[in-house]
């Protein structure tokens, strides 16, 4: 593969398609890119811990280009993504005068980038959006593909805009302070592209993650052929109604995972969930006789050489019975006439939509893996 320093994937929507670049340095950058909008004025939407890292580095750069910047700094976590945070973004770029050609600027990991996209989407019907992602799985994952929002107290991104940005900068040196357990979580998503349809890329990561997570060309590497793989996805089906549902492939039990944890962080963030899924997807598609269990073998022993869980007994503390993670897979919307739709595969890099799956196999699947 080549290795240049800053790679550019460009993601095809007719007269929205948009950029991303990624590389290292690309905060420092973000003035010189973001100057040639002209006349542009922009209010930077982020979080503590990110501004603590990297706010400075942005807020230079934008005023050594005569970009005018205004800043609102949320406090972290996933309850940010809330009516209450929105109302405060939405406030902040008005009082900042800011009008519809100008831009929205998100610094931050998923959730920055969700709420401050989200508030784009509606101040003066849509304004300009630049998502500038500091979390390994906002690099790969949420800054590509326009969907934004918030959560409702009835579950997890219910309320929200499909927007997508003019650009996004993706510097590959900001995951250089993000905590290692979060890096580790966003990889989860990085190798479920290669599970995807992209086996070579698999192949490549089982043989590569190291330099991948120490940084450099590998990292910026494994990153754009992730934003590649989205973006074209993305391009095919811009708004879910085939195609894109493969990118929940190992999403159906991870968030049952989440849901049955109550979302608490301290036992599971998202990509533990999904490396969990993942593995249960593949495990579960070779009882079905659909894939060898030579594939689920490979997939459990990459992603626990690069310290994620595969099994829902590295999950800390007691879970929920099979019946009732069954409940929390029901609930997930995906049931049609009595049947579930899964993401399920024919190997590594063969996943395919199956609609058709009945929910008694998948309870007496989760038993016979159940911890308990
Ligand atoms: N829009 C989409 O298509 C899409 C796709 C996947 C996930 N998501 C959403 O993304 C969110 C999860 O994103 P996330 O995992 O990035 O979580 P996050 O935004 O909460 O970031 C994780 C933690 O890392 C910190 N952090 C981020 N970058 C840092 C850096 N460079 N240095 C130090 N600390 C840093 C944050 O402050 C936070 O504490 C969820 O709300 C999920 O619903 C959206
Ligand atoms: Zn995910």
């Known amino acids: 593969m080549t290795m240049a320093a800053v790679?550019?994937?460009?993601?095809?929507?007719?007269?929205?398609?948009?950029?991303?670049?990624?590389?290292?340095?690309?905060i420092a950058r973000a003035g010189e890119e973001i100057a040639r909008l002209p006349g542009i004025r922009?209010?930077?939407?982020?979080?503590?811990?990110?501004a603590a890292a990297h706010l400075a580095t942005l807020q230079a750069s934008l005023s050594a280009h005569g970009v005018a910047a205004a800043v609102i700094t949320l406090p972290p976590g996933e309850k940010t993504k809330s009516f209450a945070a929105l109302e405060t973004v939405v406030d902040g770029v008005?009082?900042?005068?800011?009008?519809?050609?100008d831009a929205v600027i998100a610094l931050g990991g998923g959730v920055i980038g969700d709420l401050a996209g989200f508030a784009a989407g509606i101040v003066r019907r849509g304004m300009k959006f630049i998502q500038m992602p500091t979390s390994l799985l906002a690099q790969v994952d949420s800054s590509v593909g326009g969907k934004t929002g918030i959560n409702?107290?009835?579950?997890?991104n219910l309320i929200g805009v499909f927007h997508q940005p003019r650009l996004v900068l993706a510097d590959t040196g900001a995951?250089?302070?993000l905590p290692r357990r979060e890096?580790?979580?966003?990889?989860?998503?990085?190798?479920?592209?290669?599970?995807?349809?992209?086996?070579?890329?698999?192949?490549?990561?089982?043989?590569?993650?190291?330099d991948i997570f120490a940084g450099g060309p590998a990292r910026t590497q494994a990153i754009a052929e992730s934003c590649r793989a989205k973006a074209e996805v993305v391009a095919r089906d811009e708004f879910e109604t085939g195609d894109r549902a493969l990118l929940n492939l190992g999403h159906t039990f991870g968030h049952a995972l989440e849901a049955a944890t109550d979302y608490d962080?301290?036992?599971l963030v998202h990509g533990e969930g999904v490396a969990i899924g993942m593995a249960l997807a593949h495990r579960f598609s070779a009882r079905l006789n659909l894939a060898s269990p030579d594939d689920a073998a490979r997939v459990e022993a990459h992603l626990k050489a690069v310290g994620l869980p595969h099994r829902m007994a590295d999950i800390p503390g007691a879970l929920p019975d099979a019946e009732r993670l069954l409940g929390y897979i029901t609930q997930d919307k995906k049931v049609s006439r009595g049947a579930l739709t899964f993401i399920l595969t024919h190997g590594i890099g063969r996943s395919f939509i199956a609609k058709d799956v009945p929910p008694s196999e998948v309870l007496s699947f989760l038993k016979d893996n159940h911890p308990g």
Do not use: H, M
């Open 7 to 26: 790679q550019t994937v460009e993601v095809v929507l007719g007269d929205r398609t948009y950029d991303i670049l990624i590389g290292e340095g690309l």
């Open 42 to 50: 922009v209010a930077i939407v982020t979080d503590e811990n990110v």
């Open 94 to 101: 008005i009082a900042a005068k800011l009008e519809r050609g």
């Open 152 to 156: 409702s107290p009835r579950g997890k």
């Open 175 to 177: 995951l250089d302070t």
């Open 183 to 210: 890096f580790t979580a966003g990889y989860a998503e990085v190798a479920k592209y290669g599970l995807i349809d992209r086996p070579d890329f698999f192949a490549w990561l089982e043989a590569n993650w190291r």
């Open 265 to 267: 962080s301290a036992r």
